[in-house]
């Protein structure tokens, strides 16, 4: 990928607010694409295929892998989940940035695969915060919840493989922050 139109990774543990603050960002900057990623989970109420994720079976998940059809995948809390590649391609060659929000283990495949990726990472405020949104947030039953908050503490963990770590205490200021550690501030 030689496109110099930037490519923006956010990561963090579930439950830390990123789609919210990811969705303050492109109020600011409607020029970003976000990535649509494809999922094997079932859709939680409210989302539509194409709009949230991609939603496939396992069978069409194997042949995108089979057919180099994903920049990245990660399997999280019992499913998989990937970013079609094409469109990746497509924007940034087209020089629009492009944002991805996805799990670490996908993060560090795109490090891998777009040296020139810039990676953050948004950590709650502390662990207590994070699981307090969770449970908040009513979409898992207790035993997929006690997953993710044990997959939180190993991406925690990997927040120092990320090129910056922002805390989420609020939505504006974490916003603002990302939008500075991406390059984009001076671009508006």
């Not at 994070?130 to 990997?158: F, I, N």
Request: net charge negative.
């Amino acid at each position: 990928m030689t496109s110099t139109a930037p490519l923006i990774v956010v990561s963090g543990p579930s439950g830390v607010g990123k789609s919210t603050v990811v969705a303050e960002v492109l109020r600011q900057y409607p020029d970003i694409w976000l990535s649509v990623s494809v999922t094997t989970r079932d859709p939680r109420p409210g989302e539509t295929d194409g709009v949230e994720y991609f939603f496939a079976s396992d069978h069409e998940f194997d042949q995108l892998i089979t057919h180099d059809g994903l920049l990245e995948w990660a399997q999280f809390a019992g499913n998989r989940y990937g970013t079609p590649r094409a469109a990746i391609d497509e924007h940034r060659d087209r020089g629009q940035p492009v944002l991805l929000e996805i799990e670490v283990q996908g993060a560090r495949q795109v490090r891998q695969a777009v040296p020139d990726a810039t990676l953050i990472f948004i950590a709650p405020p502390s662990f207590e915060v994070l699981e307090s949104r969770l449970v908040g947030r009513g979409t898992e039953d207790p035993q997929a919840r006690a997953a993710r908050l044990e997959a939180a503490q190993a991406e925690m963990a990997a927040a120092r493989e990320f090129d910056h770590v922002l805390v989420n205490a609020d939505v504006q200021g974490c916003a603002s922050a990302l939008i500075d550690s991406a390059g984009l501030s001076g671009n508006r």
